[in-house]
């Protein structure tokens, strides 16, 4: 149990164009869901806090019109990054917890987005 | 100050050989789940075990114990019997607060590699 699925697996697109990235919960309902981004060799950086029908909450830091946060269901959420520079090039991970529990979070097989 | 801390950036360990991994953490709160990832060379996140801070007992998970010490604020990672499949990246985290209370996010390490050889 407790399986999240992310897609895509792998991203490459030109800069200036944007990008969504799904994020499921396959088998429970997932209350909230979580964004991170991961550098090459660092930890795990918290973007953003999404509950299903509400706005998402971002870390200090991360510019919400830049990083589109949709959490539609208790099974999908998604992260559209806008209008994407090389910078924005990162490993971005979701994960889902079902807020019973442990609280333990789960999460996705992550998503390798490559901004030329 | 960090949350949390490993101090381990690399450990190394022989096959069949058991292995400590370090976690500190720092925390008012008297509620708090400490959890343990492991991230493998692929990215994925997988969740290895948890304790809580009112367990009286250490959590354990097949090969993996956790060696909770409350006064001391360290939550230990024990890996009994090394595989070289447990080679990745190990990520100790904290969630403050109680469960269910609406603030269930993370506070992740900066992480220790392990490699295993043969």
């Known amino acids: 149990g407790a399986v999240v699925s992310q897609h895509p697996s792998r991203v490459i697109c030109k800069s200036g164009t944007s990008v969504k990235i799904e994020c499921r919960s396959l088998?429970?309902?997932?209350?909230?869901m979580f964004w991170y981004r991961q550098f090459p060799k660092q930890s795990l950086m918290l973007m953003a806090t999404?509950?299903?029908?509400?706005?998402?909450?971002?870390e200090q830091g991360v510019e919400k019109d830049k990083f589109l946060i949709n959490h539609a269901s208790l099974t999908l959420s998604t992260l559209t990054v806008t209008s994407a520079h090389p910078e924005d090039s990162s490993f971005y991970i979701c994960?889902?917890?079902?807020?019973?529990?442990?609280?333990?979070?789960?999460f996705g097989p992550g998503t390798r987005l490559t901004v030329l | 100050a960090q949350k949390i801390t490993q101090t381990q950036p690399g450990m190394f360990v022989q096959e069949k050989e058991a292995v400590t991994l370090d976690c500190t953490y720092d925390t008012s709160d008297q509620s708090y789940g400490l959890f343990w990832y492991k991230q493998p060379s692929s990215g994925e996140m997988i969740f290895l075990i948890y304790?809580?801070?009112?367990?009286?007992q250490n959590a354990t998970e097949g090969r993996y114990s956790l060696n909770f010490q409350k006064a001391r604020k360290s939550a230990n990672l024990v890996i009994s019997a090394s595989q070289l499949g447990d080679s990745a990246m190990y990520f100790c985290?904290?969630?403050?607060?109680?469960?269910?209370?609406?603030?269930?996010?993370?506070?992740f390490g900066k992480g220790t590699m392990l490699l295993v050889s043969p």
């Open positions: 999404s509950n299903e029908g509400s706005k998402a909450t971002y």
């Open positions: 088998d429970f309902q997932a209350t909230t």
């Open positions: 994960s889902a917890n079902t807020g019973t529990g442990t609280d333990t979070q789960y």
């Open positions: 304790q809580g801070s009112y367990d009286e």
């Open positions: 985290a904290m969630r403050e607060g109680s469960l269910n209370s609406g603030y269930s996010t993370l506070t």
